[in-house]
């Protein structure tokens, strides 16, 4: 981690424990879009999906990949409202997202909506990146599964 980032780590730190410093504010941000990305990264690792999410949205005003991050972090909260706009933004900003495609089409296979849709867009995962086709390959067969057994 930089020194800089160590810093910045520092201060939220120290705000967030209740101490009575004078009241600090930042007119650039110090941390890049990547590092916003890799903190929030961390954050979710921790299970802190708040703290993700606010640097996942820092990253997404540079980074069109953080769309996808978020949209994931929205899932894990069970904010699927929230998870579908994220991903579908991670589609239009990067049509080749073949992960952002596979996780929009499970969470469709979740809620059991749109169970075509969520066929589509596993098959065009696969289309896009056939290496990862034990887990999007997985996706698909799971929707015509659940599809075979609500219309059979």
Known sequence: MTKL???????????????SFPKIIILKDPLTPEEHLNL????????E????????QLAAKKLPIAFFYL??????????DQAEI???????KDAKNAAAHNNLAWLYYQRGKDL????????KAL?????????????????REKKRATHP
């Open 49 to 56: 999906l708040d703290q993700a999410i606010r640097e996942y």
């Open 40 to 47: 929030g990264v961390a954050y979710e690792r921790r299970e």
């Open 127 to 143: 289309e896009l990146d056939p290496s990862k086709s034990s887990n999007y390959g997985d996706t698909l067969e799971k929707i």
């Open 71 to 80: 949209g994931n972090a929205y899932f894990l909260k069970n904010d699927w």
């Open 5 to 19: 980032l160590l810093n910045f780590l520092l201060f939220l730190t120290l705000l967030s424990s209740g101490c």
């Open 116 to 123: 075509d849709q969520a066929e589509a867009l596993a098959q």
């Open 86 to 92: 994220n991903f579908k933004k991670a589609i239009k």
